[in-house]
């Protein structure tokens, strides 16, 4: 019985790191991206239309719809 509950200990562990692991990746995409989203914005003027904070001017806010839609889209 204490054999079997330590395999199940191993195994619930090293499942809870393998899920850590791959979760640290997404956070470094997600940064990524959004570098290269603030470069386009400030190469564009972006500002001008959607405000400094992206909450729009005479743009639509890029806050909700921006996420919405691709990259092609935006850089129309």
Do not use: R, T
């Amino acid at each position: 019985m204490k054999i079997k509950m330590g395999m199940i200990s191993v195994i619930a562990l090293s499942s809870l790191v393998f899920v850590g692991c791959g979760q640290s990746s997404d956070d470094s995409s997600k940064e990524e991206y959004s570098s290269q989203g603030e470069k386009i914005f400030k190469n564009n003027s972006c500002v001008g239309c959607h405000g400094k904070d992206l909450d729009g001017a005479s743009g639509p806010s890029l806050k909700k719809d921006g996420a919405k839609m691709s990259e092609s889209d935006i850089e129309k």
